[in-house]
Nanobody, 125 residues
Framework: VQLQASGGGLVQAGGSLRLSCAAS????????MGWFRQAPGKEREFVAA????????YYADSVEGRFTISRDNARNTIDLQMNSLTPEDTAVYYC???????????????????WGQGTQVTVSS
């Protein structure tokens, strides 16, 4: 399983960024896919996810209405469109995949098996 995240960068508050994660080495459509983030000195936290075979996205309360996750099973990618960014969104963003987790564990980082290398998002005030 390989997950390659890209699209991070420096943006001013109120701006937008789009992250992309390219997946390979597994049958993409059979996996739950998601994004987590980790700010300095903080634990890794859930951002958004899709469960496999389910088109309904899940979001953290802190990003609901500002971030949009999308999944393309034909291209084996998941994207995260981030709008109205604030300095509190500054973190390393990680793409993640798993084939066995249950719904109650979706927001728990330790429940996910596979992780990409992360991409830095920095929002200046």
């Amino acid at each position: 399983v390989q997950l390659q995240a890209s699209g991070g960068g420096l943006v001013q508050a109120g701006g937008s960024l789009r992250l992309s994660c390219a997946a390979s080495g597994f049958t993409f459509s059979n996996y739950h896919m998601g994004w987590f983030r980790q700010a300095p000195g903080k634990e890794r936290e859930f951002v958004a996810a899709f469960r496999r075979y389910n088109s309904n996205p899940y979001y953290a309360d802190s990003v609901e209405g500002r971030f949009t996750i999308s999944r393309d099973n034909a291209r084996n990618t998941i994207d995260l469109q981030m709008n109205s960014l604030t300095p509190e969104d500054t973190a390393v963003y990680y793409c993640t995949a798993d084939s066995t987790l249950i719904l109650s564990s979706l927001r728990t980082s330790s429940a996910w098996d596979y992780w990409g290398q992360g991409t830095q998002v920095t929002v200046s005030s």
